[in-house]
Structure formats: C-alpha cells, structure tokens
C-alpha cells in the first residue's frame, strides 16, 4: 500500500488526506494544533463567525428607521445620543472558538473515518530522498518524543502566521495580532487597526459595527489596494460615513503600550492613541526548522515554498499546498491544491490549478466578491475585454431592502461576449458571485447569462441586467 505524510491539517492537508484515503493510500496526517489549522481554529472560521455577529448589528443600525422597524428603548436619556443595540464582545468570542472548536473536530472525524490517521506533533523531513524512492518524517510530539515516518510521498501544508514589527510586538491584551483577538472578554473602546489590506479591513469593519471607535491605518493610497479599485473606493466611502479614521499613506513604525494605552509612532512622526492596536500586516509561511532546504525544497525568498501547477515542489516525491506555497491565501484554493497533489501522485485524472477560475470574497460590509480577471488587468492591457458596471441603487430588490451601496461589474471578450470576469460589491456578495464563476469556468457568454431567467425582484437580477447592457453592447460593436 503506498504511504502518504502529510504535515499540518489545514484545509490543503485534510482535503488531500480524504483524497488519498479514499484512493486507497496509507494516509498520516501530523498536526499539532488541531485539524483545520489556522483557517479553523483561529483565521476564518472564527473571523468570518465575528464577522456574522457585525453585520447584524449593522444592518440593524443602517436601516431599522427607513424600513420602519420601532425599537422599544427607554435606557438612556432622552438627549442622549445611543445605539439601538450592543454586543457583550466575551459571549461573541466565547461562541467564536466553540464553533470553531466544534469545526475542527468535525474535520477530524471525517478524515479518521475515511481511514487516515492523525499524529499529534511537528514534523519535518529528514533528508534527501532515499535510494528506494521513500522520504522519511520526523514527528516530535509535546513531550518531545520522536517517531520516524517512511513514505512514497509527503505533502508540506503547514499554512501561515501573523507577521510581526519588530518594534510592535504583539502582548495579547493590547496590542494583538489577528489570532489573539478572540480572547477579549470586553469590546475595544478605541481600536487601531494597523494594514488595510483583506485582513485589516475586514477586522476594521467588524469592530466598528460592534461599537469601537476604529482608526485604520493604511500604508497606500486607499484601502485594500490589491481590490478592484472601484470596490475599494465604495467600501472606504463606507467606511469614513459610519465614523472610521481612515489614515491613507501612513505608515506604522511602532506600537507600545503607555499604560492601559497603546501609543502607535508613524514613519513622518505622528502618534496616534488608543485602547488596543490589531496588527494585520500580512502573514509569513510556517516552513523554517522542517528541513525543507537540506532535502531539497526549493524556497522562494519571502520563504514560501515554490510549486509547480499540479503542487509538486522541485524535491520528488515531496508536494506542498495552501498559504505555505503563497500562491493565493484561500481556504479552497489550498483544499484544491491538496486534492490535485493526491490525484497527482496517485496517478488520477487531474487538472492543473487555474486561478483565473478562483473566486474570492472580502467578508467587509459590503462585501467584495471577485473572479477571474480584474479591472487591473484590462487596464494594464493584459486582456481586451468590455466592462459594464451597474450601481445596486438601480435594484429594486436593494431599494425594498435599503441597500445604498454596491455594483455588479462583468468584464466579457468583446468579440465572443464570453464572460472572463467580474466583480460584485453587494451584502452577501459572496453568494451574487457564484452565477458569474459558472460563467468563468464554463466560458459561458453574455447572451447566455442574459437569458436565463432571473427571480424578480432579486439582487442578482443585476447580474442579468448587466450581462444584457454587454450583450447590446456588442451587437452595437458589430453593427
């Protein structure tokens, strides 16, 4: 029976440990945290559940008084300026790790089910490959107890960790990293968030929906720069209408704690204030003491591990997937990865990654929903395609609803009309995405998304609508 390692259980490594049990491999996973991994137990399960508590409490707070909803609230007085509702921030957490606890050992079932094995510990490799074709895997569990794996294949999916400033280290209690915000018991009067990219904006935005005042400090021009740039200017007009600081081209130097405060020093000298600081400043790959480099992984250097298209790294019979490779920080591209490391190995029909056919979602209110090729794209003259926006205030579903924000954009080649992309900013964009990644993966045209039929009245409706503007567009173009 051929044997499969595989190191760390994040979403690429259980993914790839179903996939191998279930083709009749010999699978161990090690982890020493949990199945699930970072994405599990303390980045997206437990943000996104955050996340899910603030959007409550804004979709409350923006539109109880134009849909005519009565609040029966005699607490403060009258001249008082209050929020209708507020949030007890240590039961929001407390139900945040529960749930994510919960996921994890549900993850664990499935893959003990399927017929794999999991070890507790840290592995790594233990050297070159050996003359028979084996890798041997080095596993120390918490006592510091170690066991020797052999295996025909291993697969490297040991995610990512919260990069750190040197001079802004993380405490736990006031200055925090994105890992340690779920073990606040009260809600941050004055918070500082320090990056504004997916990360940032999405913490930024969820603690100001739960009642914080939020400073956002963002290095570049505009938040979430990597975004399509018309996204990213509603989102910040959002933003700075709800009450957030946004601070563009500011840099963070430091952040120290000056009492029950926290003092964070810019590169030009200001000093801002506030009761905490959430540094989000990216995330560095969790690949140093694995012996990657002596057995012959080649690293890139930011130290990610470098892959091929079908997850193999430049050392045979060693794979790698998720944030561990940098190649796109998503939960279902690192469980596709996975999955095509196994199909590959084993000798399965497989097909190689495609990022243009991944879609992605900033969980910020609204949300940002992408795939396939962006605006920078077209702008940079990497693709001809025709761009049609259309703003949700046009939507009669959005009006009864008293959504003011949002778009639905689709970029399509201008001579076929086949969908190569698109772009939605809308509550639940995440779900408005989907019709149009069919289209992307399926090379699908706008003639065709134009004609099918569309609930009225319905968000996604836009989608629709957009796709017919395309679709005369193109008949004009030919004419």
């Known amino acids: 029976m051929t044997r499969i390692v595989i190191i760390g259980g994040g979403p ?11 083709l009749g491999a010999e699978v161990t996973v090690v982890d020493c945290d949990g199945l699930g991994g970072a994405s599990v137990l303390t980045d997206c399960v437990p943000s996104k559940t955050l996340i899910a508590t603030a959007e409550v409490m804004t979709t409350f707070d923006s539109s109880y008084e134009e849909l005519g ?30 749930l994510a606890l919960a996921q994890s050992h549900d993850i664990t079932a499935s893959v003990t089910r399927a017929g794999a094995r999991v070890m507790r510990g840290r592995g790594r490799l233990a050297g070159p490959q050996g003359i028979d074709g084996t890798r041997d895997v080095i596993v120390t569990a918490a006592d510091g107890t170690e066991e020797m794996l052999t295996a025909e294949a291993v697969l490297i999916a040991t995610g990512g960790s919260p990069r750190e400033l040197p001079d802004a280290q993380p405490d736990g209690e006031r200055i925090l990293n994105w890992t340690q915000v779920y073990d606040l018991d009260e809600l941050p009067e004055e918070l500082i968030v320090v990056g504004s990219g997916v990360t940032g904006a999405e913490f930024a935005g969820a603690y100001q929906a739960l009642g914080s005042k939020v400073t956002l400090v ?21 933003f700075r209408r709800r009450g957030m600081n946004v601070m563009a081209r500011s840099r963070a130097e430091s952040a120290k704690r000056v009492g029950d405060r926290v003092e964070v020093t ?11 600081c959430l540094m989000a400043v990216g995330a560095i790959p969790n690949t140093a003491n694995m012996g990657l480099e002596e057995s012959g992984v080649r690293l890139k250097e930011s130290g990610h ?8 790294t430049s050392a045979p019979g060693v794979y790698a997937a998720g944030d561990v490779t940098g190649i796109f920080a998503l939960a279902s591209v ?4 996975g999955r095509i490391a196994m199909y590959h190995f084993l000798g399965d029909a497989v097909a190689p990654l495609n990022l243009k056919t991944v879609s992605s979602n900033v969980f910020t209110d609204p949300e940002i929903a992408t795939v396939g090729y962006t605006q920078a794209d077209v702008d940079a003259g990497k693709i001809d395609a025709r761009v049609v926006k259309l703003p949700l205030l046009r939507n ?19 001579g076929t009309g086949i969908i190569v992309g698109g772009c939605v900013v809308a509550p639940r964009a995440s779900e408005l995405i989907h019709p149009i990644s069919i289209a992307v993966d399926n090379n699908l045209t706008v003639e065709q998304i134009a004609n099918a039929f569309t609930v009225y009245p319905s968000l996604s409706g ?14 004009a173009g030919e004419a």
Not at 462 to 475: C, D, Y
């Open 69 to 98: 909803i009565l609040v029966a609230d005699d607490t403060p007085p009258e001249e008082q300026a209050a929020r209708v509702v507020g949030v007890d921030l240590g039961k929001v957490n407390r139900r945040v790790k529960r």
């Open 334 to 337: 690192a469980a596709m990865q």
């Open 305 to 312: 591990i470098w892959t091929d298209k079908v997850s193999r």
């Open 396 to 414: 009669p579903r959005a009006k009864m609803q008293g959504i003011r924000d949002g778009f639905v954009k689709i970029f399509c080649r201008p």
């Open 12 to 22: 690429g490594g259980y993914e790839a440990a179903l996939v191998g049990a279930q």
């Open 218 to 238: 963002s290095s570049r021009d505009r938040v979430l720069p990597g975004e399509d740039p018309d996204a990213a200017a509603v989102l910040e007009d959002v």
């Open 462 to 475: 836009s989608i629709a609508e957009v796709a017919r503007q395309l679709h005369t567009r193109k008949k």
């Open 266 to 276: 810019l590169s030009d000298g200001r000093v801002i204030s506030g009761s905490h």
